[in-house]
């Protein structure tokens, strides 16, 4: 197993699920420089992703593709040359052991290879279905009043055709739904720009409350609502 990524193969369904953020995992070799409990909070993970990512790739019968690093360590979802590829500070919090860390190092060791990875998976499907997987904190320590009541949000950029399904169908499952929030996929949107929009792939992007997420019982909740949500866009988008 790299040490970019963790795959999980539940079967041969033509879905491949992507949790670019699903681990706080710092190799031993690199020292962020920060309190030990930064990591299990939401500027190292997006908590619950990657569990929730786990709980779909065995209800649908497919692979999952879970990012095996701390964003902290590394962005897997923001370009190379993008300004928060790697953080010196995060939500009010200083990450100094980045600030004389190679770029270059970095991103040769894990954001490559787990983009390749991608690639490798999905040349390996035929006619794929991405979901996206990742998670929000229901506010910042940076900006506490600002109210994020959505329960799940859906991002894209310029295809919004998986979206334009599931958006109501989510609703109608009975969750806030925030169609681009907490924030929009036109702005921060790089694995699937890259992997699914860059290829006419179709996929849904989702973001997961992390107060529900982070717990068993909301894990299994987003999953039992999204598996055949999930299986709905990509029969109608096959």
Same mark, same amino acid.
């Given at each position: 197993?790299?040490?970019?990524?963790?795959?999980?193969?539940?079967?041969?369904?033509?879905?491949?699920?992507?949790?670019?953020?699903?681990?706080?995992?710092?190799?031993?070799?690199?020292?962020?420089?920060?309190?030990?409990?930064?990591?299990?909070?939401? +500027?190292?993970?997006?908590?619950?992703?990657?569990?929730? %990512? $786990?709980?779909? =790739?065995?209800? /649908?019968?497919?692979? &999952?593709? !879970?990012?095996?690093?701390?964003?902290?360590?590394?962005?897997?979802?923001?370009?190379?040359?993008?300004?928060?590829?790697?953080?010196?500070?995060?939500?009010?919090?200083?990450?100094?052991?980045?600030?004389?860390?190679?770029?270059?190092?970095?991103?040769?060791?894990?954001?490559?290879?787990?983009?390749?990875?991608?690639?490798?998976?999905?040349?390996?499907?035929?006619?794929?279905?991405?979901?996206?997987v990742h998670s929000f904190t229901p506010r910042l320590a940076a900006d506490p009043e600002q109210q994020r009541?959505?329960? +799940?949000?859906?991002?894209?950029?310029?295809?919004?055709? %998986? $979206?334009?399904? =599931?958006?109501? /169908?989510?609703?109608? &499952?009975? !969750?806030?739904?925030?169609?681009?929030?907490?924030?929009?996929?036109?702005?921060?949107?790089?694995?699937?720009?890259?992997?699914?929009?860059?290829?006419?792939?179709?996929?849904?992007?989702?973001?997961?409350?992390?107060?529900?997420?982070?717990?068993?019982?909301?894990?299994?909740?987003?999953?039992?609502?999204?598996?055949?949500?999930?299986?709905?866009?990509?029969?109608?988008?096959?």
């Amino acid at each position: 197993m790299s040490e970019a990524h963790r795959i999980l193969t539940h079967g041969k369904a033509p879905v491949l699920i992507v949790s670019d953020h699903a681990s706080n995992h710092v190799p031993d070799d690199i020292d962020l420089g920060i309190a030990p409990e930064l990591l299990d909070q939401h +500027i190292a993970l997006d908590i619950g992703a990657g569990e929730v %990512a $786990a709980l779909l =790739a065995g209800s /649908l019968g497919c692979t &999952a593709i !879970l990012g095996g690093i701390s964003r902290l360590v590394i962005d897997l979802n923001r370009e190379e040359d993008a300004p928060g590829l790697l953080v010196t500070a995060s939500d009010g919090h200083a990450i100094p052991g980045n600030r004389s860390a190679s770029i270059e190092q970095r991103i040769n060791r894990f954001h490559r290879p787990y983009h390749r990875e991608v690639e490798r998976l999905l040349a390996s499907i035929d006619r794929p279905f991405i979901l996206s997987v990742h998670s929000f904190t229901p506010r910042l320590a940076a900006d506490p009043e600002q109210q994020r009541p959505w329960e +799940i949000g859906v991002l894209y950029n310029d295809d919004d055709r %998986a $979206a334009r399904i =599931a958006v109501p /169908l989510l609703e109608s &499952a009975g !969750l806030i739904v925030g169609d681009q929030l907490p924030y929009s996929g036109r702005q921060l949107n790089y694995t699937m720009n890259r992997h699914a929009e860059g290829n006419g792939i179709p996929y849904l992007g989702v973001e997961l409350r992390q107060d529900i997420s982070a717990t068993a019982a909301g894990q299994a909740r987003y999953a039992d609502i999204l598996a055949p949500i999930v299986e709905q866009c990509r029969v109608q988008l096959a």
